[in-house]
C-alpha cells in the first residue's frame, strides 16, 4: 500500500555523530575504553583510602582528574545511546549499547568510593574544605554531594549494585525500548510505528482518531502480559533499591537528585491538582466548538475546524520560526540555536525502528549537545523542536561556562529553558497572527500544550505514586490494577469533560519516563509553572531581563536551583509560588473562552 507519509524535508536530517566516533567499528572506542579504565585505576591508586588527609588543593586535584574520566567515558556512552535511538532493531547498535552499559558498570565500580569517603568526612573537616576558594566551582558539587550521606550503602555494597544494575533495570528499560520501537499497529494495511500512529490522533477527521486510538490500543492489549511485567519488576527493583539506601518514600531519591524537597513537590502537586477545573473548562469549550455531544479521549488533540488548524510545517520552515523568535528575545539563544542545524546535531527523520518520542543529549563539555526528533510536520513538532532546542542551548551554554559537573541540570530547572522556548515562539507566531480564527487555534494549541505538561504530568505522577504505594503495599499488581489507577487518575483530571473509554485503559503502557527515570513526570509541571512566571516577569521587564536568563541558564548545575532562580527573582520556597504560573494559564483560558464568544456566540 502507498504510504500517507507526508514528506516534509526532515528526511533527510541526520546528525553528524563523528565528533563523537566514526561508527559501531571505530577502532578508537576500544582504546578510549582502555584509557579510561587506565585513568581510572590512576584515580583509585593516588585517592582511595586518603581523602582523610586531602587538603582542599588535593580536592581540587581529584576533581579535574575525575573530571577526565567522566568526559572520556561520556564520550563514549553518548555515542552508544544515540546511534541506538536511531535504529534500536540494529543487532550491532544493541550489541555495543550493551558493552558499553558493562564498561560504564566496571568504570562506576572503581570510582565509587570517592563519594563514600568524602561523605565520612567529619563535618567541620568538610566545611573547611569547601570554604577554600581554591576549589571554584567543585565546592558545590561536592557539598552538594554530602547531601547523600544517609543513603549510601558500603563500597562493597555500593559496587554489587552498580553492577547487577546491568541485568537489572537498565536491562528491562531496554528491552521496553526495543519492544516498542520495533511494534507495528495495522492501519488500513498499512504498518505505522509509535510515533505514525499517534500523529493521527491529531487529524481533523473524527474516523481517524477514533481508528488510530483503538488500532493503537489493540496493540498495547497484545503486549499487555509484557508491559505488565516490566512495570512490576521495575517497581520492586525500585522499591529494593529504596530499602537499601533508607529511602522512606518512592520519590526521596528522585527530589534528591532534583534539589528540591517532598514540601516543595507537595505544593506542586495540590496547586496543580485544586486547578484541574481550568481542563474541564477548555476542553467543554472545545466540545462546543466542534459540535460534539460528547468529547471522548481520542478528540482531546483534534484540531478547530477553523483557519489555519490544519496547516502543516516543513522543515526550513519550522526552522524559520524558531531561529526568529530566539534571536528576537537574544542573539545568544540564536547563535547557540543556529549551531545546532548547521553543524548537524539535530536527528529528525521518522524511521522504522527508531525509538518514538524526543529527547536532548548533553554528551560532554568537550564535545557539544544532541538533540533528537520525530519530525513529521505538525504545528506541535515545531513546538517539539523549539522545545528540545530550549534543552539543547541550555545543555551548550551550561557545559561552556559550568563544566562537566555543571553540564548535568536537575530535571526540575533542565525543563525550563526548553518551555521557555516553546512560549518564545508562541508568542512570537501569535504577534503576527491578525485573523481572530486562527488566533484562537492558536491559543488553543497553546493551552493544550500547557495541559499536557502541566495538568498530564502531575496526573501521571498521581499514577505513579499510586502504582508504586500499591505494589509495596500488596504485591505484584495485574493489568486490571495498573488500568484502574490509570482511569482514575486521569480521570479526576478531566472530570465531566471528556470521557474516557474502556479503550483508554490500557494506555500507561507506553510511556518510558515510568520505567527510565522513575518520578521524572513532576519536573515538566515544575518547569512549565516556573516558566509561565518567568514570562510573565520577562514581559514587565523587557530586554534587560534577557542577560539575566541566559546567565541562569549558563550557571545549569553550579549552584541550588532556588539559588539560581533567585536571580531571576523568583522564590521556589514559596508553597504560594506555583499559583502564579497557574494563574497566568487561567487568564489564557479565559482570553480563548473570550474570543471564542466574539467569534461563536
Same mark, same amino acid.
Given at each position: 500500500?502507498?504510504?500517507?507519509?507526508?514528506?516534509?524535508?526532515?528526511?533527510?536530517?541526520?546528525?553528524?555523530?563523528?565528533?563523537?566516533?566514526?561508527?559501531?567499528?571505530?577502532?578508537?572506542?576500544?582504546?578510549?575504553?582502555?584509557?579510561?579504565?587506565?585513568?581510572?585505576?590512576?584515580?583509585?591508586?593516588?585517592?582511595? *583510602?586518603?581523602?582523610?588527609?586531602?587538603?582542599?588543593?588535593?580536592?581540587?586535584?581529584?576533581?579535574?582528574?575525575?573530571?577526565?574520566?567522566?568526559?572520556?567515558?561520556?564520550?563514549?556512552?553518548? $555515542?552508544?545511546?544515540?546511534?541506538?535511538?536511531?535504529?534500536?532493531?540494529?543487532?550491532?547498535?544493541?550489541?555495543?549499547?550493551?558493552?558499553? !552499559?558493562?564498561? =560504564?558498570?566496571?568504570?562506576?565500580? +572503581?570510582?565509587?568510593?570517592?563519594?563514600?569517603?568524602?561523605?565520612?568526612?567529619?563535618?567541620? !573537616? &568538610?566545611?573547611?574544605?569547601?570554604?577554600?576558594?581554591?576549589?571554584?566551582?567543585?565546592?558545590?558539587?561536592?557539598? &552538594?554531594?554530602?547531601?547523600?550521606?544517609?543513603?549510601?550503602?558500603?563500597?562493597?555494597?555500593?559496587?554489587?549494585?552498580?553492577?547487577?544494575?546491568?541485568?537489572?533495570?537498565?536491562?528491562?528499560?531496554?528491552?521496553?525500548?526495543?519492544?516498542?520501537?520495533?511494534?507495528?499497529?495495522?492501519?488500513?494495511?498499512?504498518?505505522? =510505528?509509535?510515533?505514525?500512529?499517534?500523529?493521527?490522533?491529531?487529524?481533523?477527521?473524527?474516523?481517524?482518531?477514533?481508528?488510530?486510538?483503538?488500532? $493503537?490500543?489493540?496493540?498495547?492489549?497484545?503486549?499487555?502480559?509484557?508491559?505488565?511485567?516490566?512495570?512490576?519488576?521495575?517497581?520492586?527493583?525500585?522499591?529494593?533499591?529504596?530499602?537499601?539506601?533508607?529511602?522512606?518514600?518512592?520519590?526521596?531519591?528522585?527530589?534528591?537528585?532534583? +534539589?528540591?524537597?517532598?514540601?516543595?513537590?507537595?505544593?506542586?502537586?495540590?496547586?496543580?491538582?485544586?486547578?484541574?477545573?481550568?481542563?474541564?473548562?477548555?476542553?467543554?469549550?472545545?466540545?462546543?466548538?466542534?459540535?460534539?455531544?460528547?468529547?471522548?479521549?481520542?478528540?482531546?488533540?483534534?484540531?478547530?475546524?477553523?483557519?489555519?488548524?490544519?496547516?502543516?510545517?516543513?522543515?526550513?520552515?519550522?526552522?524559520?520560526?524558531?531561529?526568529?523568535?530566539?534571536?528576537?528575545?537574544?542573539?545568544?539563544?540564536?547563535?547557540?540555536?543556529?549551531?545546532?542545524?548547521?553543524?548537524?546535531?539535530?536527528?529528525?527523520?521518522?524511521?522504522?525502528?527508531?525509538? *518514538?518520542?524526543?529527547?536532548?543529549?548533553?554528551?560532554?563539555?568537550?564535545?557539544?549537545?544532541?538533540?533528537?526528533?520525530?519530525?513529521?510536520?505538525?504545528?506541535?513538532?515545531?513546538?517539539?523542536?523549539?522545545?528540545?532546542?530550549?534543552?539543547?542551548?541550555?545543555?551548550?551554554?551550561?557545559?561552556?561556562?559550568? *563544566?562537566?559537573?555543571?553540564?548535568?541540570?536537575?530535571?526540575?530547572?533542565?525543563?525550563?529553558?526548553?518551555?521557555?522556548?516553546?512560549?518564545?515562539?508562541?508568542?512570537?507566531?501569535?504577534?503576527?497572527?491578525?485573523?481572530?480564527?486562527?488566533?484562537?487555534?492558536?491559543?488553543?494549541?497553546?493551552?493544550?500544550?500547557?495541559?499536557?505538561?502541566?495538568?498530564?504530568?502531575?496526573?501521571? =505522577?498521581?499514577?505513579?505514586?499510586?502504582?508504586?504505594?500499591?505494589?509495596?503495599?500488596?504485591?505484584?499488581?495485574?493489568?486490571?490494577?495498573?488500568?484502574?489507577?490509570?482511569?482514575?487518575?486521569?480521570?479526576?483530571? $478531566?472530570?465531566?469533560?471528556?470521557?474516557?473509554?474502556?479503550?483508554?485503559?490500557?494506555?500507561? &503502557?507506553?510511556?518510558?519516563?515510568?520505567?527510565?527515570?522513575?518520578?521524572?513526570?513532576?519536573?515538566?509541571?515544575?518547569?512549565?509553572?516556573?516558566?509561565?512566571?518567568?514570562?510573565?516577569?520577562?514581559?514587565?521587564?523587557? &530586554?534587560?531581563?534577557?542577560?539575566?536568563?541566559?546567565?541562569?541558564?549558563?550557571?545549569?548545575?553550579?549552584?541550588?536551583?532556588?539559588?539560581?532562580?533567585?536571580?531571576?527573582?523568583?522564590?521556589?520556597?514559596?508553597? =504560594?509560588?506555583?499559583? *502564579?504560573?497557574?494563574?497566568?494559564?487561567?487568564?489564557?483560558?479565559?482570553?480563548?473562552?473570550?474570543?471564542?464568544?466574539?467569534?461563536?456566540?
Amino acid at each position: 500500500m502507498v504510504s500517507t507519509i507526508q514528506a516534509t524535508g526532515a528526511e533527510e536530517v541526520v546528525w553528524d555523530l563523528t565528533p563523537l566516533f566514526s561508527g559501531v567499528d571505530d577502532p578508537q572506542i576500544p582504546v578510549q575504553m582502555t584509557q579510561s579504565h587506565a585513568l581510572a585505576d590512576e584515580f583509585v591508586s593516588r585517592y582511595k *583510602g586518603k581523602l582523610g588527609q586531602m587538603n582542599a588543593q588535593d580536592f581540587a586535584d581529584a576533581m579535574k582528574a575525575m573530571e577526565q574520566i567522566r568526559d572520556l567515558a561520556g564520550r563514549i556512552s553518548s $555515542f552508544a545511546m544515540l546511534l541506538y535511538s536511531t535504529d534500536t532493531a540494529n543487532p550491532a547498535h544493541g550489541a555495543l549499547l550493551q558493552k558499553i !552499559q558493562e564498561f =560504564n558498570a566496571q568504570l562506576e565500580q +572503581k570510582l565509587v568510593f570517592f563519594n563514600l569517603e568524602w561523605n565520612q568526612l567529619p563535618d567541620e !573537616q &568538610a566545611n573547611t574544605i569547601l570554604s577554600n576558594p581554591i576549589l571554584g566551582g567543585y565546592a558545590h558539587h561536592l557539598e &552538594a554531594a554530602r547531601r547523600y550521606k544517609p543513603h549510601q550503602m558500603t563500597e562493597a555494597e555500593e559496587r554489587i549494585a552498580i553492577e547487577k544494575n546491568v541485568t537489572g533495570r537498565q536491562a528491562w528499560t531496554r528491552f521496553f525500548t526495543q519492544m516498542t520501537s520495533a511494534m507495528r499497529y495495522d492501519y488500513d494495511g498499512e504498518l505505522l =510505528n509509535q510515533t505514525q500512529i499517534l500523529t493521527k490522533m491529531h487529524s481533523p477527521d473524527r474516523a481517524v482518531r477514533q481508528k488510530a486510538a483503538d488500532v $493503537f490500543t489493540e496493540g498495547l492489549k497484545s503486549r499487555a502480559m509484557e508491559f505488565t511485567y516490566i512495570f512490576n519488576v521495575l517497581a520492586t527493583d525500585k522499591a529494593i533499591d529504596d530499602r537499601l539506601h533508607r529511602y522512606e518514600n518512592w520519590l526521596d531519591s528522585r527530589n534528591l537528585s532534583n +534539589k528540591t524537597t517532598q514540601p516543595v513537590v507537595d505544593a506542586l502537586v495540590q496547586s496543580v491538582t485544586s486547578n484541574y477545573e481550568l481542563v474541564m473548562r477548555h476542553y467543554r469549550l472545545k466540545r462546543r466548538i466542534l459540535g460534539y455531544d460528547e468529547l471522548y479521549e481520542y478528540d482531546r488533540y483534534a484540531p478547530l475546524p477553523i483557519k489555519q488548524s490544519e496547516q502543516t510545517y516543513r522543515w526550513d520552515e519550522a526552522r524559520e520560526i524558531v531561529l526568529n523568535a530566539f534571536y528576537a528575545f537574544d542573539n545568544v539563544l540564536g547563535d547557540s540555536a543556529k549551531r545546532f542545524f548547521d553543524e548537524k546535531w539535530i536527528h529528525a527523520a521518522v524511521l522504522p525502528n527508531k525509538r *518514538g518520542g524526543a529527547y536532548a543529549s548533553p554528551v560532554v563539555p568537550s564535545v557539544h549537545p544532541y538533540v533528537f526528533l520525530n519530525y513529521d510536520g505538525q504545528a506541535r513538532d515545531v513546538s517539539t523542536l523549539a522545545h528540545e532546542l530550549g534543552h539543547g542551548v541550555h545543555m551548550l551554554l551550561s557545559g561552556q561556562k559550568s *563544566g562537566l559537573f555543571g553540564l548535568y541540570t536537575p530535571l526540575t530547572t533542565a525543563e525550563t529553558a526548553s518551555t521557555f522556548a516553546e512560549m518564545l515562539v508562541f508568542n512570537d507566531l501569535l504577534r503576527r497572527e491578525t485573523d481572530p480564527q486562527a488566533r484562537l487555534a492558536m491559543l488553543a494549541s497553546r493551552i493544550e500544550d500547557s495541559f499536557s505538561t502541566i495538568f498530564r504530568q502531575v496526573a501521571m =505522577n498521581r499514577f505513579e505514586d499510586g502504582f508504586h504505594t500499591l505494589r509495596r503495599t500488596q504485591g505484584e499488581l495485574t493489568t486490571e490494577q495498573f488500568s484502574d489507577i490509570w482511569m482514575q487518575t486521569q480521570g479526576a483530571m $478531566f472530570g465531566d469533560s471528556v470521557t474516557l473509554r474502556e479503550q483508554y485503559r490500557m494506555w500507561w &503502557a507506553y510511556v518510558p519516563h515510568f520505567l527510565h527515570t522513575p518520578g521524572y513526570v513532576y519536573a515538566y509541571a515544575f518547569g512549565e509553572l516556573l516558566v509561565l512566571s518567568l514570562y510573565d516577569i520577562y514581559q514587565k521587564e523587557g &530586554a534587560s531581563f534577557a542577560p539575566k536568563y541566559i546567565d541562569a541558564l549558563a550557571a545549569g548545575n553550579s549552584d541550588y536551583p532556588d539559588r539560581i532562580m533567585a536571580g531571576l527573582g523568583v522564590d521556589l520556597n514559596d508553597p =504560594n509560588f506555583w499559583n *502564579g504560573g497557574l494563574n497566568v494559564l487561567a487568564t489564557l483560558v479565559q482570553q480563548e473562552e473570550e474570543l471564542a464568544e466574539q467569534l461563536y456566540g
